[in-house]
């Protein structure tokens, strides 16, 4: 009743004085009711508007060009009997024959050059993530009280270190080795090579397992730790416990921060285009011991708070008929990096205190080098994964600043593409909550979007480059990744770099039996 009393108005009408009756000389009015056009922009979804704008601008050309066509082929066959349109085609045949089978010869010399010069497809056939046994696990509450027992820290810094955590985003079942809470000295080369061996083989012996394939057929290995880097290497480390074939092209990637496991798969993209019919492994990781500060620098008592343990390991394939199995198939990637820059280059920079505890310093300045990094990286990923019809919007609010200028908010405010339109899963780098905050709003994504970086902050904190694959596991085990389904992984990290990778599920992604999230799953997503 009441919406449709809302669709009425009413009016009121002088009509004039009355001429004759007993209301003679007198004003007289009357009431007219009327119905209301309905208001569009409640009534209508806007969101629907702007879908079937897309659309329009998307297929413009087909919507454009078919029907033309149509008409001229109906029009051209129309004007002559079947008759005559057997004899047309029979007599150009028998005397053009020559003509035609050159033309053959050409296209099927373009067609095959075209294919020959394409970049081989990387195929992602499947990834582990290490979930650390449960006596490494660790609450906010425990963290402190572990850390006043060591005696490796004051009041202050400990009281800084629980406020930090509590405003981090990271939940009570996160993963430290054991040896950081005591009152030994932890950043030792036996003790990274402890944890190294620990979440490396763990990863790996899970990826071996559950893709069916030899260590021995691997022919590449790229292996990324920052911080870490012993000698021999960590590459070299796992060649050797694995009894790997004497050829395999080995890298190892050290000092590139958090957003190393998208440089090491790049790497291993051009090393798989350069060695056809291969196999390829990527190990993303970080050790949490041997980059442990027991000092009293806040800005080096950040890292402390965060970083957790954890180890990716990804097989990649380019051999074609591994199209049936893989999971996904690599689309693009894009990096960015602003070390030219000095306050970027020292964003998040390695170095000595005044007690000579080295550590990992944050800059004031991450947050405001980090969107500027981000903002470079965006930009250029943009034309290579946003609908036209986006791209079009964005250059027209671009052109119409430029040209007409304005002021105030609105007219300052730039355009921001939905991302949304071009990827239906977003694997952000769990670096922290105020970090993933910044962008979802800045990137206008929806809580559900960003729901997988925020639950693994939450379940493993930050585990470095290895992140994003934690979150790529959250949306399996949910069975969110379907046939078609393009999967965008931004990482950011020292140097500064913003790098991008892009996936396209090659089919409906199952519930996985090995998974890090299996034995939580039934408690995810928290509310935060």
């Given at each position: 009743?009441?919406?449709?009393?809302?669709?009425?108005?009413?009016?009121?009408?002088?009509?004039?004085?009355?001429?004759?009756g007993?209301?003679?000389?007198?004003?007289?009015?009357?009431?007219?009711?009327?119905?209301?056009?309905?208001?569009?922009?409640?009534?209508?979804?806007?969101?629907?508007?702007?879908?079937?704008?897309?659309?329009?601008?998307?297929?413009?050309?087909?919507?454009?060009?078919?029907?033309?066509?149509?008409?001229?082929?109906?029009?051209?066959?129309?004007?002559?009997?079947?008759?005559?349109?057997?004899?047309?085609?029979?007599?150009?045949?028998?005397?053009?024959?020559?003509?035609?089978?050159?033309?053959?010869?050409?296209?099927?010399?373009?067609?095959?050059?075209?294919?020959?010069?394409k970049?081989?497809?990387?195929?992602?056939?499947?990834?582990?993530?290490?979930?650390?046994?449960?006596?490494?696990?660790?609450?906010?509450?425990e963290?402190?009280?572990?850390?006043?027992?060591?005696?490796?820290?004051?009041?202050?810094?400990?009281?800084?270190?629980?406020?930090?955590?509590?405003?981090?985003?990271?939940?009570?079942?996160?993963?430290?080795?054991?040896?950081?809470?005591?009152?030994?000295?932890?950043?030792?080369?036996?003790?990274?090579r402890?944890?190294?061996?620990?979440?490396?083989?763990?990863?790996?012996?899970?990826?071996?397992?559950?893709?069916?394939?030899?260590?021995?057929?691997?022919?590449?290995?790229?292996?990324?730790?920052?911080?870490?880097?012993?000698?021999?290497?960590?590459?070299?480390?796992?060649?050797?416990?694995?009894?790997?074939?004497?050829?395999?092209l080995?890298?190892?990637?050290?000092?590139?921060?958090?957003?190393?496991?998208?440089?090491a798969?790049?790497?291993?993209?051009?090393?798989?285009?350069?060695?056809?019919?291969?196999?390829?492994?990527?190990?993303?990781?970080?050790?949490?011991?041997?980059?442990?500060y027991?000092?009293?620098?806040?800005?080096?008592?950040?890292?402390?708070?965060?970083?957790?343990?954890?180890?990716?390991?990804?097989?990649?394939?380019?051999?074609?008929?591994?199209?049936?199995?893989?999971?996904?198939?690599?689309?693009?990637?894009?990096?960015?990096?602003?070390?030219?820059?000095?306050?970027?280059?020292?964003?998040?920079?390695?170095?000595?205190?005044?007690?000579?505890?080295?550590?990992?310093?944050?800059s004031?300045?991450?947050?405001?080098?980090?969107?500027?990094?981000?903002?470079?990286?965006?930009?250029?990923?943009?034309?290579?994964?946003?609908?036209?019809?986006?791209?079009?919007?964005?250059?027209?609010?671009?052109?119409?600043?430029?040209?007409?200028?304005?002021?105030?908010k609105?007219?300052?405010?730039?355009?921001?593409?939905?991302?949304k339109?071009?990827?239906?899963?977003?694997?952000?780098?769990?670096?922290?909550?105020?970090?993933?905050?910044?962008?979802?709003?800045?990137?206008?994504?929806?809580?559900?979007?960003?729901?997988?970086?925020?639950?693994?902050?939450?379940?493993?904190?930050?585990?470095?480059?290895?992140?994003?694959?934690?979150?790529?596991?959250?949306?399996?085990?949910?069975?969110?990744?379907?046939?078609?389904?393009?999967?965008?992984?931004?990482?950011?990290?020292?140097?500064?770099?913003?790098?991008?990778?892009?996936?396209?599920?090659?089919?409906?992604?199952?519930?996985?039996?090995?998974?890090?999230?299996?034995?939580?799953?039934?408690?995810?997503?928290?509310?935060?």
């Open positions: 009743m009441a919406n449709e009393q809302a669709l009425l108005s009413t009016e009121i009408v002088n009509r004039g004085i009355e001429s004759s007993p209301d003679a000389g007198s004003q007289t009015f009357s009431v007219r009711v009327r119905r209301r056009l309905p208001d569009f922009l409640q009534s209508v979804n806007l969101k629907y508007v702007k879908l079937g704008y897309h659309y329009l601008i998307n297929y413009a050309i087909y919507l454009a060009t078919i029907p033309v066509l149509v008409l001229v082929f109906s029009a051209e066959v129309g004007s002559i009997s079947r008759e005559e349109l057997w004899r047309k085609l029979w007599e150009d045949t028998r005397y053009d024959l020559a003509t035609l089978l050159a033309f053959f010869g050409v296209l099927v010399f373009t067609v095959s050059v075209y294919f020959m010069s970049p081989k497809p990387i195929y992602l056939i499947d990834f582990a993530c290490y979930r650390p046994n449960d006596d490494l696990k660790v609450s906010k509450e963290f402190i009280h572990l850390a006043r027992k060591s005696g490796k820290f004051d009041e202050e810094s400990l009281e800084f270190q629980r406020r930090i955590l509590q405003s981090s985003g990271i939940g009570d079942e996160t993963y430290i080795p054991k040896v950081v809470m005591s009152s030994e000295i932890c950043s030792t080369m036996k003790e990274g402890a944890e190294a061996s620990t979440v490396i083989f763990g990863a790996l012996d899970e990826l071996f397992e559950k893709c069916g394939i030899r260590p021995k057929d691997v022919g590449i290995l790229v292996v990324n730790c920052s911080l870490f880097n012993p000698t021999p290497s960590l590459s070299a480390m796992i060649v050797n416990h694995y009894k790997m074939r004497g050829n395999i080995s890298f190892n990637l050290g000092g590139m921060g958090c957003s190393a496991g998208i440089i798969l790049d790497l291993a993209r051009d090393m798989l285009q350069a060695n056809p019919n291969n196999f390829a492994v990527v190990v993303s990781t970080e050790m949490v011991a041997f980059n442990w027991p000092g009293r620098n806040r800005s080096m008592l950040i890292p402390n708070c965060y970083f957790r343990m954890g180890c990716s390991a990804v097989l990649l394939s380019n051999r074609r008929h591994d199209f049936r199995r893989a999971k996904y198939r690599l689309e693009h990637i894009v990096r960015t990096h602003k070390g030219a820059d000095d306050r970027s280059f020292r964003s998040v920079y390695q170095e000595e205190d005044e007690q000579r505890f080295k550590g990992l310093k944050i004031r300045d991450l947050m405001e080098v980090g969107g500027d990094a981000l903002k470079t990286n965006i930009t250029t990923l943009g034309p290579l994964v946003l609908p036209f019809s986006e791209q079009l919007l964005f250059f027209a609010t671009l052109g119409r600043k430029h040209l007409f200028g304005g002021s105030g609105e007219a300052s405010k730039p355009y921001i593409p939905d991302y339109l071009a990827f239906e899963h977003f694997c952000v780098h769990a670096a922290s909550k105020s970090v993933l905050d910044e962008l979802q709003k800045n990137l206008e994504l929806s809580d559900k979007n960003i729901e997988a970086s925020r639950m693994t902050l939450h379940r493993f904190g930050n585990t470095s480059s290895s992140s994003i694959w934690y979150e790529l596991a959250y949306l399996e085990v949910k069975e969110r990744v379907k046939r078609g389904d393009r999967v965008w992984q931004l990482a950011f990290g020292s140097g500064f770099k913003c790098n991008s990778i892009v996936w396209r599920s090659l089919r409906r992604v199952k519930k996985p039996t090995r998974n890090p999230w299996l034995d939580c799953l039934d408690r995810y997503p928290v509310t935060l």
